[in-house]
Each structure stands twice: as C-alpha cells, then as structure tokens.
C-alpha cells in the first residue's frame, strides 16, 4: 500500500501493483459515503495518479460488500464557512475547495469503474467520469438530489445524458429514483454485470490488458474520444487523423506490427 501526501489510507485504499492502480472508498460502515475532508483527499489523489505515468490503468471501487458509495455524508458535511463565490475566486486553493468529486480525474490513464454495491450521488458521479463501468447484480444506482432540494454537481447533470440519452437521464435526474444494475446496462450506463465474487476479478482482468496495452495509444484514444465529443463530426475526424499520425512513427506502433508477424506478444515501452 503506498501513502503520500495528506491521502488518508483509512478512508481511501490507495494500492499500486505492477503498473494497476486501485482506489477504494473505505468507509463500509457509513456506506463509503464521502465527507468533505475525504473530497478534498480524492481530488489529490486524482492529481497523484495523474501525474505518475508508471501507473498503466486504475481500478475505482468501494469497500464491503453493501455499497461503492452512498454520496455526500450529509451528515459529517458542515455548511461552509465562507461564500461559495469566495471559495471560487479566493486564491491559492480555492479550486480545490470548490470544486467537484471529479476534479483532477482527466487525466489520460484509463479508469475502471467496480460497483460493487450501491452507487448514489457523488458515487455515481465518480463511477461517470470513469472510462469502463462494471457492475456487481446487486448494484443500484441513483442521482437522488433532487429529493433534498439539491442536484448533481460533480457532474452527473451532464455526464449522464452524454451516457444514456436524454430520455433516460431526466427521468432518474428528475424523480431521483434508484435503477437497478440490469436496467443499467441495458440503458448503457455499465458494459458488464457480474456476480459480486467475480467483481473485482473482472475488474483487474479487463485492467491488466489496458496496462500492458500500448500506453501512447491508450492515452490517444482517450484524447480523441473525450475531445470528440465537444466538437463539430468533421472537426473531430481531422483531430482523429491527427492523433493517429502522432502514433504513426512511434516504437511502440512498430513494435506491435513487428509482433504481429512474428505472432508473439508484444512489449510496448510507451515510445
């Protein structure tokens, strides 16, 4: 287990093995509901893995068997003692004081997504900027905020039509109610459903073929799907060709054609 920074290892689970990255919430107790000092934790450690790039792909779950998260902790969430516009536009730090679960959680390394149990509010919204989304059959899923005068604001207005559509995405952000994990992949919200024994299995299988996957490519994809997204069809063909004579002349597209002959598996430095 490695610790740095001012990442609690008792709230959030921070494992690295051979170039995987685990995050688990660790509160089963409370449902892995997430209160302010452990938002602030997760958004240093979004910045972490950003910034290491022997980390090869990441792995998001929950703790227990019960829930990956439960949302703010509205109970150990104190109203703030300042303005949120001087939270916004305070200095040094304010960013982070202000800003969502998700910030600093764009960084190029693909994310996996374990539901291991129910995912609600902040949980869901989390398990949204993920790039693969897996799911236990006894998971849940909800963006209730609305039934406490609230909405979603670490991105789940926003993230959850571009995922579902926007039929599907009005209906849980306007009623709050919960669905379950087979309406959830077929609405397309998760790719799997599993038994919750093979959760984290599958989970780590599906991470180890990212990790040993080309690295440059990997990143390039996530580029060219997450840019594409915000422009105009043919704007993002021209950044898609872009993108792909990028990787045109690197070692690693060698190495992988060079493998593909010679029907061997191939070793890719990220060069």
């Given amino acids: 287990m490695h610790n740095f920074g001012d990442i609690d290892i008792m709230s959030i689970e921070f494992l690295v093995n051979e170039g995987i990255a685990t995050v688990r919430l660790n509160r089963p107790e409370s449902l892995n509901a997430i209160d302010y000092a452990m938002r602030a934790r997760l958004q240093a450690l979004w910045r972490h893995i950003g910034d290491t790039p022997e980390i090869r792909a990441v792995i998001v779950t929950g703790a227990g068997d019960r829930a990956f998260s439960s949302g703010a902790d509205l109970r150990r969430t104190p109203p703030p003692a300042t303005s949120f516009a001087a939270q916004v536009f305070g200095g040094e730090g304010a960013e982070a004081e202000a800003g969502s679960l998700t910030l600093g959680l764009d960084f190029d390394t693909p994310v996996i997504c374990a539901f291991n149990g129910l995912a609600y509010g902040g949980g869901l919204e989390i398990g949204l900027a993920c790039d693969i989304r897996i799911a236990a059959e006894t998971a849940r899923f909800a963006l209730p905020e609305v039934q406490v005068g609230s909405m979603p604001g670490s991105g789940g ?103 593909f002959a010679q029907k061997r598996a191939p070793s890719f430095r990220g060069r």
């Fill in 157 to 259: 207005t926003q993230r959850l039509p571009r995922l579902v559509g926007h039929a599907n995405a009005m209906w849980m952000l306007l009623t709050g109610d919960a669905i379950d994990a087979q309406t959830a992949l077929r609405i397309g919200l998760v790719s799997h459903v599993v038994a919750p024994e093979s959760l984290m299995e599958t989970a780590t299988g599906i991470a180890r073929r990212l990790a040993n996957a080309a690295p440059l490519a990997v990143h390039a994809i996530k580029q060219a799907v997450r840019d594409g997204l915000e422009m105009p069809l043919p704007v993002a063909l021209a950044h898609e060709r872009r993108l792909w004579g990028l990787l045109r002349d690197t070692e690693d597209r060698k190495e992988g054609r060079e493998a």
